[in-house]
């Protein structure tokens, strides 16, 4: 079978690594696997970079024209075109480079399978649902001009005239999907991880080590956790950082280690597998394969109850009230304080992240895409 996988990169980010570990797989059960995305991160032979229109997309967006107009997008078709796939899996088509009309054009190529990554499918213009005292406008992708009815209206229009089958990484995500407008058949197929790579190994810290690794540093929201944790640990102990940007402060207890970005995925394991304890204080995801890497090598996670995340954790650490900071920075200290506590708590993620391997994850996709092609 020939699957041609379309998202936003092919390594880095939540929904690229996601599917990028499945299109592997994919490759190892013998079929022909290309990808095409906007941001090629990789030196694979079989990713095709296409960028985007910037400028245009920001101007478009202004004027509340979401994805209407991008002409990198003929691009995504043509390409398309040229590979002939049995079946195209959609991603996060988000960021500039798709115009979403052009689904009209790609089920004409193959049949579609859909992974949502977040809630843009079905939304107005953002990728998740706003925060109390927010405007959905203002959210990624953000709009200008207030014409998110409109778009999700045109969104409705285009989808009555193409069939797919969405795939949805958690039940969080299946109940938000049954709430909306969408009517199309789905599956729930959860991420997963190679769990040969991402396994425990023994520790050795003479200085307990805490992790916490995200995409882009600025959005995270750490620093009121580490003023609270700071008061509360018994000992000076390691923060490393992995991730782009720097988190600012000062503290008595807590040394912060700037790892910045990590694309070898050999080294993101051995963080994993040397912390003490896994920090994860976002306050919306719809599955959270970093808490997933983290307890699949025996590494505890401390993180709020939002999401899929309760899915993916389950009892392999501690799920907090969202903006409980207090209580977050408790349950880390507690888990730092006590080694007997640590070492269930690591033995019960390993055994939630055997729920989680790639190799079924693939096999659970390998029979999506033959079901459609029937």
């Known amino acids: ?31 022909e696997v290309k990808f095409i995305v906007r941001s090629k991160f990789s030196v694979a032979p ?64 193959a049949p579609l399978v859909w992974t949502h990554h977040d809630l843009w499918a079905f939304m107005e213009n953002g990728h998740r649902e706003p925060f ?32 797919f089958i969405s795939v949805l990484p958690s039940f969080f995500l299946r109940d938000k999907y049954l709430d909306s407008m969408m ?15 991402f396994h425990p190994l023994e520790k050795n810290n003479e200085v307990k080590h805490i992790l ?31 991730g782009e940007g720097e988190i600012e402060g000062q503290y008595k207890n807590i040394y912060i280690h700037h790892v910045g970005y990590v694309e070898d995925e050999d080294l993101l394991v051995h963080y994993y597998r040397n912390s003490d304890i896994f920090v994860y204080p976002s306050m919306a995801d719809i599955f959270g394969l970093v808490v ?6 025996g590494t505890p996670v401390v993180a709020y109850n939002v999401g899929g995340i309760p899915e993916v954790l389950g009892e392999g650490g501690y799920l907090i009230k969202p903006n409980a900071v207090s209580d977050f920075a408790f349950k880390v200290s507690a888990i730092l304080n006590n080694d007997k ?8 993620a390993r055994e939630q992240a055997l729920k989680f391997d790639i190799k079924q994850t693939a096999k659970q996709y390998e029979n999506c895409f033959n079901s459609i092609r029937i």
């Open 1 to 31: 079978m020939k699957i041609l996988f379309i998202n936003i990169s092919d390594i880095k980010g939540g929904a690229a690594k996601s599917m990028w570990r499945i299109g592997n797989e994919l490759e190892k059960l013998g079929h």
């Open 212 to 242: 916490y690794v995200a995409e882009k540093l600025s959005k995270c929201n750490l620093s009121p956790i580490l003023e609270r944790l700071d008061n509360l640990l018994r000992e000076k102990v390691i923060l490393d950082v992995i």
């Open 132 to 163: 109390e005292g927010e405007k959905e406008r203002m959210i990624y992708p953000q709009i200008g001009l207030p014409l998110g009815k409109w778009l999700l209206k045109q969104k409705k229009k285009i989808y009555d005239k193409i069939d």
């Open 183 to 197: 009517d199309r058949p789905f599956e729930v197929i959860p991420h997963g991880v190679d769990l040969d790579k």
């Open 292 to 297: 997933l890497e983290s307890i699949a090598c």
């Open 341 to 348: 506590l640590r070492e269930v708590l690591s033995e019960k």
């Open 46 to 109: 079989n990713v095709i970079e296409v960028g985007r229109n910037k400028y245009l997309n920001i101007l478009f967006n202004l004027f509340g024209m979401q994805y209407k107009f991008l002409p990198v997008s003929r691009k995504v078709v043509r390409l398309a075109r040229q590979f002939k796939p049995d079946v195209i899996s959609i991603n996060q088509i988000e960021g500039g480079y798709f115009q979403t009309r052009d689904l009209i054009k790609l089920s004409e190529i």
